[in-house]
């Protein structure tokens, strides 16, 4: 590619700002001034011509001449006028100027009945527009024509062009004469500093310094090469002077070569002594190596033997394992039905007798009665949550999988926190979304998750404020429930999913519980495809966010 100086480069550069001002002052802007003035003198004599049709059309339809006569002899004070015609429905002349010219009644057809403007070859600018008759000649449609003079318009175009020309020839000059005056400024000092790095590239340090006094970047840039050059002189002198310094410097270090390869010899002598002492020695070890070998096929069996041994004792480990969680499983089993039958018994007649009127059961007997019912209720969803917890630890769990609308859901966990706040000063907020979708899951345990998690918040909550919220979000549905109740720190939340774990021994005495809720609700949601996430802060309350994926949106 060809190298260019900055000077050449500047000049094409001002060589094809003045080409292109030629051409577009000389070829593109007359022309286009020219059409631009022409266009506006035709929508100007086309509103004309339609606004003279307007006055013209009661004189029209009383076919009055004089009340013609008069407004077309108004139309003289017009600037460029040249002449009017004005035909009626039939297309006959009904009034004319005396400057009319023959050849109107040749072309009146390419203007009748229409609104229209043209630009004859003799200069002369011709309006059409139509005349409207009113009632009761509604049907009936005159023409008026109107031919304008663009001679003055033609001596603005000039004058335009003239002027256009005239300034943007002043502008160039001054560019022009800007551009040299900068470029006198600029490139011979670019050029001085030019010649200057190439001497100093070839290692001349000594040349004369470039003087610039143009007060701007380029006089910093040439003082800059200055220290620069003066930089380079001391540091070739420094230079030079460490070159002497390291030719004394290896002298030396030959000197110390030479001393330390002395030193080596005596040193390799005493090495082959040593040598010879160690193998000596390392013959004497391998004839003990080889007697430790004879023996160690006798060890390897006997280490056989053992690990066989150990093998049949993991065995029978095992298969005790294997016992053991049958005669678990048969433990949970006979105990669901042992302490169901009971529990339902004694909640059963508990609910039987709080039915009886208060004349045959005393208030404070009926409060017992209600605290026998309730702690049976609880024992009894205790033991079904320590066997759910139990099937799905053995991966014997199994879900009713379908697919469910989760609004009826909440809905009914809705009616369930009004409840259980009673008049405790707690706010439930619940806003169902507007949309409709279905997700895949177990509609009861499903219900069992979300009453849970709401019963927890309300539980929780002394006073405040239990907020349930639905949105669904890159295909999946989040159900938030927030509360302002105790809330926890990182500790207690990296604990909170295990099985009869709380947040520490005061919140079990305090609010109750076994710490298996949250437990069995993690993996339920999780046998859903799902997730529970837990946002909290210790004394501002607690967030837990169901996440599971949409199966379909239902249309509205």
């Not at 539980?459 to 404020?465: A, Q, S, V, Y």
């Not at 989040?478 to 105790?486: L, N, Q, S, W, Y």
């Not at 009869?500 to 305090?510: E, M, N, W, Y």
């Not at 966010?545 to 949106?553: F, S, T, Y």
Request: glycine share 6%; charged share 25%.
């Amino acid at each position: 590619m060809p190298r260019f100086s900055i000077k050449i480069k500047l000049s094409a550069v001002i060589s094809i700002l003045v080409l292109s001002f030629i051409v577009f002052n000389v070829g593109y802007y007359p022309k286009r001034l020219e059409q631009q003035i022409l266009r506006q003198s035709e929508t100007n004599a086309r509103q004309v011509a339609e606004a003279i049709g307007q006055a013209l059309v009661p004189a029209l339809a009383a076919q009055n001449s004089s009340d013609l006569t008069r407004i077309l002899e108004g139309l003289r004070a017009i600037p460029a006028y040249r002449f009017c015609v004005v035909y009626d429905a039939r297309g006959i002349r009904v009034g004319a100027s005396t400057s009319t010219p023959p050849w109107m009644a040749q072309e009146f057809f390419r203007f009748q009945g229409a609104s229209r403007a043209i630009l004859r070859e003799d200069g002369v600018l011709v309006a059409s527009a139509p005349i409207f008759y009113i009632e009761p000649y509604h049907d009936r449609e005159g023409t008026i024509i109107i031919g304008f003079a663009t001679t003055e318009t033609q001596k603005m175009v000039r004058d335009n062009i003239r002027l256009g020309l005239g300034v943007g020839l002043t502008t160039l000059i001054i560019g022009i004469i800007a551009a040299i005056y900068f470029a006198n400024l600029y490139i011979l000092p670019v050029l001085q500093l030019t010649q200057a790095a190439q001497q100093v590239a070839q290692g001349n340090l000594d040349g004369e310094p470039v003087e610039v006094t143009s007060n701007d970047e380029l006089e910093d840039l040439s003082r800059s090469f200055a220290v620069m050059t003066e930089k380079l002189r001391g540091s070739r002198e420094e230079i030079a002077r460490q070159n002497r310094l390291m030719e004394f410097r290896v002298q030396e270090r030959t000197r110390q070569l030479m001393e330390t390869i002395w030193e080596l010899e005596e040193i390799r002598s005493n090495l082959e002594n040593l040598v010879q002492e160690r193998t000596r020695g390392l013959e004497q070890s391998r004839a003990e190596l080889k007697a430790w070998a004879d023996t160690l096929e006798q060890k390897v069996q006997e280490k056989t033997v053992e690990l066989t041994e150990v093998n049949e004792s993991l065995m029978e480990s095992f298969e005790k394992l294997q016992q053991m969680d049958r005669m678990k499983d048969e433990f949970l089993a006979n105990m669901s039905h042992e302490l169901r039958t009971p529990l339902n018994a004694v909640i059963g007649f508990s609910g039987l007798l709080l039915q009886e009127s208060t004349e045959r059961i005393p208030e404070d007997v009926r409060e017992d009665l209600e605290i026998i019912l309730q702690n049976g209720r609880n024992l009894l969803s205790m033991i079904d949550s320590i066997l759910d917890l139990s099937k799905i630890e053995a991966g014997k769990f199994e879900l009713e999988h379908q697919e469910m609308d989760p609004l009826p859901v909440l809905e009914y966990v809705r009616s369930l926190a009004t409840a259980l706040i009673l008049d405790r000063p707690i706010r439930f907020t619940y806003s169902p979304p507007s949309w409709r979708v279905t997700i895949n899951g177990d509609p009861q345990r499903f219900k069992q998750v979300l009453t849970n998690l709401v019963g927890n918040a309300v539980k929780f909550t002394e006073r405040g404020e239990v907020t349930v919220s639905v949105e669904k979000t890159g295909g999946k549905l989040r159900i938030a429930i927030e509360d302002t109740g105790i809330g926890m720190n990182q500790e207690e939340i990296n604990r909170l999913f295990k099985p009869f774990q709380q947040v520490d021994g005061s919140i079990t005495r305090r609010f109750g519980g076994t710490g298996l809720g949250l437990a069995l609700s993690q993996r339920l949601i999780g046998l859903m495809d799902g997730r529970i996430v837990v946002e909290s802060t210790k004394g501002r309350g607690s967030k837990f966010i169901v996440e599971v994926p949409i199966l379909r949106e239902v249309p509205a």
